[in-house]
T-cell receptor, first 110, second 113 residues
Framework: AQRVTQPEKLLSVFKGAPVELKCNYS??????LFWYVQYSRQRLQLLLR??SRESIKGFTADLNKGETSFHLKKPFAQEEDSAMYYC????????????FGSGTQLTVLP | EPEVTQTPSHQVTQMGQEVILRCVPI?????FYWYRQILGQKVEFLVS????????KSEIFDDQFSVERPDGSNFTLKIRSTKLEDSAMYFC???????????FGQGTRLTVV
């Protein structure tokens, strides 16, 4: 069965500092990996997905199949980045439902 | 911008009662999902629905749960006889094609007392 692990429940950084939110996954095939974000009192929304290789709001994430990781990084954190971040995967085919990690609450301090 | 809409935002019900959580997915979307998040825990998949039938369901989705798309716009989750442990935030999601982004509703907080 697939699993997503986010080892940090809480992460605080100062504005302007680099930030890395860790995500590891276990799945025997080739999953698709995502980062979702939930700002305070808002709905879950897609931040980025590994197949698009985009940078959204300054965030990037590289899929490392050897380490089965998909860490989210931003070189200079902003206060508006404070939110809950969820790493998730889908497996190919099927209904492609998401398997989520437990989430990391990022707080960017002024 | 189109959104997935869920009603109500908060539902309080007595143990043993039936509840129906409602979702209006984005028009023209084909895949529909229910997820739940118990307080302090991760978001968990419940069920997916495509082509007017359940395509996959998790172990959580037992006989107490059912889903329907009664009129081509609403997508409902029914819990027949609620238990205390059903208290959670329930999220509906939809997407247009299989490998596209899933859009989430704002959630319904269900409290079973």
């Amino acid at each position: 069965a697939q699993r997503v692990t986010q080892p940090e429940k809480l992460l605080s950084v100062f504005k302007g500092a680099p930030v890395e939110l860790k995500c590891n996954y276990s799945y025997s095939g080739s999953p698709e990996l995502f980062w979702y974000v939930q700002y305070s009192r808002q709905r879950l929304q897609l931040l980025l997905r590994h197949i698009s290789r985009e940078s959204i709001k300054g965030f990037t994430a590289d899929l490392n199949k050897g380490e089965t990781s998909f860490h989210l990084k931003k070189p200079f954190a902003q206060e508006e980045d404070s939110a809950m971040y969820y790493c998730a995967l889908t497996r190919p085919g099927s209904a492609r439902q998401l398997t989520f990690g437990s989430g990391t609450q990022l707080t960017v301090l002024p | 911008e189109p959104e997935v809409t869920q009603t109500p935002s908060h539902q309080v019900t007595q143990m043993g009662q039936e509840v129906i959580l409602r979702c209006v997915p984005i028009s023209n979307h084909l895949y529909f999902y229910w997820y739940r998040q118990i307080l302090g825990q991760k978001v968990e998949f419940l069920v997916s629905f495509y082509n007017n039938e359940i395509s996959e369901k998790s172990e959580i989705f037992d006989d107490q749960f059912s889903v329907e798309r009664p009129d081509g716009s609403n997508f409902t989750l029914k819990i027949r006889s609620t238990k205390l442990e059903d208290s959670a935030m329930y999220f509906c999601a939809s997407k247009g094609r299989q490998n596209t982004e899933a859009f989430f509703g704002q959630g319904t907080r269900l409290t079973v007392v």
